[in-house]
């Protein structure tokens, strides 16, 4: 079962950065595009960056200029550079599969706020 460790995340003010890691237990990299996804409470956890196994990226509207994703497969790590960050980027990190998540994380808590 592949497991994953969401780390990085923290308190920033506006206009900050932070860069997220996940380590994944297997060599899920190789094979499947993976994620981040994040959720704040009473809405529903959504996608808002993607790569696939050959390292083409997608980011979502709301956050593109501004977050990068990128891979280390040779770690199983995948990586979220998150700049400018706004209040409404608040919420809990969490990495998976792209578009086909399997067991959840713990993720990493984001905080943006003056």
């Known amino acids: 079962q592949v497991r994953f460790v969401e780390s990085g995340g923290g308190f920033v003010q506006p206009g900050g950065s932070l860069r997220l890691s996940c380590a994944a237990s297997?060599?899920?990299?190789?094979?499947?595009?993976m994620g981040w996804y994040r959720q704040v409470p009473g809405k529903q956890r959504e996608l808002v960056a993607s790569?696939?196994?050959?390292?083409?990226?997608y980011v979502t509207n709301s956050v593109k200029g501004r977050f990068t994703i990128s891979k280390n497969t040779a770690k199983n790590t995948v990586y979220l550079q998150m700049n400018s960050l706004k209040p409404e980027d608040t919420a809990v990190y969490y990495c998976n599969r792209a578009g086909d998540p399997v067991s959840w994380g713990q993720g990493t808590q984001v905080t943006v706020s003056s």
């Open positions: 790569i696939t196994d050959i390292g083409i990226t």
């Open positions: 297997g060599s899920i990299f190789s094979f499947y595009p």
